[in-house]
């Protein structure tokens, strides 16, 4: 588990394929490094990877064809700057919100305006995650936490202030930027929940559009009980 406050910008040092497997190896001088062990968790743009080598400065992850699929690492390049954060402890001050490193899907940046001493961005999400990104609720891009300004559709803008810009990947974005996207923990979890029994089936009010996994729908709480 995960906060999304970064802790440090690092750069692919190298990313190739071995075998059938990818390896990442990040540089990451300004990441606290005495705590590390083999086997631990460390977000890369918000894509909880497991460490299989590192030093004092830099570190090495085995990376599957799956993630490379589902995420922007299918984009990654050496010397690309990335965000980076530690695993959390029962000791961490939790200031963003609980992420899990399993990275949604990818986004897709429209627009980067001034506002005030802040920037306004846009982004596109898939089709399939818009229904769980709400006004004013928490979403992860690239393992940075922030806060939900407004929703229209699939598209949806958060303010990014100066420190923010700074302390991440963030201000090197530029229109048409592939981001990691993951939703937040507590909006999957309760509808699936709430469909109870019906989460398992993949026909009827519960289904979705593109294939199966049950979602809510008004139809779906009308025919069982929750009223207007």
């Known amino acids: 588990m995960f906060t999304g406050i ?4 690092g750069s692919v040092d190298e990313f190739k394929l071995r075998g059938n497997e990818w390896r990442l190896k ?20 918000g ?6 080598a590192f030093n004092s400065d830099s570190f090495c992850a085995d990376v599957s064809n799956e993630s490379i699929s589902l995420t922007t690492f299918q984009y990654l390049k050496s010397g690309a700057k990335v965000n980076l954060e530690k695993a959390l402890t029962p000791q961490t001050r939790l200031g963003g919100h609980l992420v899990s490193g399993h990275v949604d899907g990818i986004g897709e940046l429209l627009s980067q305006t001034s506002d005030g001493g802040s920037w306004r961005l846009t982004f596109r999400v898939p089709d399939a ?10 979403v992860c891009i690239d393992g940075t936490s922030l806060t939900v300004n407004t929703v229209e559709g699939a598209c949806f803008s958060v303010n990014i202030i100066p420190h923010t810009q700074q302390a991440t990947v963030i201000h090197t974005y530029r229109a048409g930027q592939h981001v990691n996207i993951e939703v937040d923990l507590i909006a999957r979890y309760l509808e699936r929940l709430v ?22 729908t008004r139809a779906f709480l009308a025919d069982h009980g929750f009223g207007n």
């Open 129 to 138: 995650l818009a229904r769980y990104v709400a006004q004013k609720g928490s």
């Open 6 to 9: 970064i802790e440090s910008i």
């Open 47 to 52: 894509c909880c990877l497991t460490v299989t």
């Open 26 to 45: 990040v540089r990451c001088p300004a990441l606290d490094m005495s705590d590390v062990q083999l086997g631990d968790s460390i977000a890369v743009n």
């Open 195 to 216: 469909l109870g029994d019906s989460a398992a089936q993949a026909t009827g009010s519960a289904e979705t559009a593109t294939g199966g996994a049950a979602v809510l």
